[in-house]
T-cell receptor
Framework: ETGVTQSPTHLIKTRGQQVTLRCSSQ?????VSWYQQALGQGPQFIFQ???????GRGNFPPRFSGLQFPNYSSELNVNALELDDSALYLC?????????????FGSGTRLTVV | DQQVKQNSPSLSVQEGRISILNCDYT??????FLWYKKYPAEGPTFLIS?????DKNEDGRFTVFLNKSAKHLSLHIVPSQPGDSAVYFC????????????FGAGTRLAVHP
């Protein structure tokens, strides 16, 4: 098992730009969830993908979008970046049927919008 | 609208003593609760969970208690060890632990030798 890998680990972007964050799921995991963790807060659910289809979304605007690929790796795309998008972005993979107790989280991507 | 609240940002405990971390929630639709531990520069790791049909779940040194009428859960760590020093997040789900989790803001536990 290689765990969940996120890239890049740190990123600085300018307001209005677009960003793509990547997540490589743990081997055998077919479900991926993305969370945003602002400073001093707990992670907030962005969306979840299962077998390349979005099957749940949190209270985030459409400029937050995602993809899951046939190998179950995933991307989070954010358009028109705002200062408040500065946060730690976490992805978590799991096997269908295991639920959150089976989540393996990556170490996250720290995004700073200036 | 904070549906899951961890009102203590930090807790300091002596090694060997009990650590009690608390969590309150407002949504009566939550049916599954989890605790995660997070070390710096690492992702959260699952610690223990409890279904709303139970009031207690134990796993080694860790016990989670659920009081549905009070909408309150707590995590007990006995005995506490220095390696337990981390940020602890309480999370709740209205879908049996599948899909969306609502997290609290976390409690930083420091266990001193």
């Amino acid at each position: 098992e290689t765990g969940v890998t996120q890239s890049p680990t740190h990123l600085i972007k300018t307001r209005g730009q677009q960003v793509t964050l990547r997540c490589s799921s743990q081997s055998g995991h077919n479900t991926v969830s993305w969370y945003q963790q602002a400073l001093g807060q707990g992670p907030q659910f962005i969306f979840q993908y299962y077998r390349e289809e979005e099957n749940g979304r949190g209270n985030f605007p459409p400029r937050f979008s995602g993809l899951q690929f046939p190998n179950y790796s995933s991307e989070l795309n954010v358009n028109a970046l705002e200062l408040d998008d500065s946060a730690l972005y976490l992805c978590a993979s799991s096997v269908d049927g295991q639920g959150a107790s089976g989540y393996t989280f990556g170490s996250g991507t720290r995004l700073t919008v200036v | 609208d904070q549906q899951v609240k961890q009102n203590s940002p930090s807790l300091s405990v002596q090694e060997g003593r009990i650590s009690i971390l608390n969590c309150d929630y407002t949504n009566s639709m939550f049916d599954y609760f989890l605790w995660y531990k997070k070390y710096p520069a690492e992702g959260p790791t699952f610690l223990i969970s409890i279904s709303s049909i139970k009031d207690k779940n134990e796993d080694g040194r860790f016990t989670v208690f659920l009081n549905k009428s009070a909408k309150h859960l707590s995590l007990h760590i006995v005995p506490s060890q220095p390696g337990d020093s981390a940020v602890y997040f309480c999370a709740a789900s209205a879908s049996g632990g599948y899909n969306k989790l609502i997290f609290g803001a976390g409690t930083r536990l420091a266990v001193h030798p």
